[in-house]
Structure formats: structure tokens, C-alpha cells
């Protein structure tokens, strides 16, 4: 199994980035991916999360209708829009992978990780 995500940088408040994280090792279809955040001294949140199975999406509260995740399928690729970022916005984002659609939110869920790319908003 491999989960690469890419796309991180910085940029200034207001901006937008899109991450992507590229599978490949399992079969795609089959897969919940999730972005998820660490900000330096918090735990490791849920951003946004897909499931290839029913295409059900979860957005955290603190995304909605600033982030869009989405998906394709040729490339086992999932993309995460961010616009209207803000400093808080900052952390290491990492995408994960879990067979199922069940408990898309929940970290532990999650079988297999990438390394993460980071993320920097400027004020």
C-alpha cells in the first residue's frame, strides 16, 4: 500500500491550495480517504473524508463550505480544495485510507497513513 499526498506550501490568509494523495496497493473502490490535520500540541483531527463505495462526504465543522474533497478514479486520487484559508488553517495534513464507509470522522479507524504535506497560512 502507498499514500502519497503532495500540495502543501504556503500561502497567505484568503488563498487556496488543493493536496492530493495518490493511492495505489488496495482496491480504491472500495476505500474511505480521509484528510486529516495536526496542528504543533493538538491531536490529529479529521478534515474531510470520502467514501469511494457510496461517495458519502464529511466535512468538520470548521471546513464547511471552505474545503472540497473529491475524487479520481482513473488516477486512485483524491483531491482536497481549500480556499478561503485561514492561519488556523496551519498543520501537517495527512491522508488516510480505511476499507468501509463506516466512522469516516474517526482516526483510529484508519489503516494506512501517508507522510504528510505541510500546510502553511500566513496572517
Known amino acids: 500500500v502507498r499514500i502519497v499526498e503532495s500540495g502543501g506550501g504556503v500561502v497567505q490568509a484568503g488563498g487556496s491550495l488543493r493536496l492530493s494523495c495518490a493511492t495505489s496497493?488496495?482496491?480504491?473502490?472500495?476505500?474511505?480517504i480521509g484528510w486529516f490535520r495536526q496542528a504543533p500540541g493538538k491531536e490529529r483531527e479529521a478534515v474531510s473524508c470520502l467514501s469511494n463505495r457510496d461517495g458519502i462526504r464529511y466535512y468538520a465543522d470548521s471546513v464547511k463550505g471552505r474545503f472540497t474533497i473529491s475524487r479520481d478514479n482513473a488516477k486512485n486520487t483524491v483531491y482536497l480544495q481549500m480556499n478561503s484559508l485561514k492561519p488556523e488553517d496551519t498543520a501537517v495534513y495527512y491522508c488516510?485510507?480505511?476499507?468501509?464507509?463506516?466512522?469516516?470522522?474517526?482516526?483510529?479507524?484508519?489503516?494506512?497513513w501517508g507522510q504528510g504535506t505541510q500546510v502553511t497560512v500566513s496572517s
Open positions: 488516510a485510507a480505511h476499507v468501509g464507509a463506516q466512522a469516516m470522522g474517526v482516526t483510529n479507524e484508519y489503516d494506512y
Open positions: 496497493g488496495f482496491t480504491f473502490g472500495d476505500y474511505t
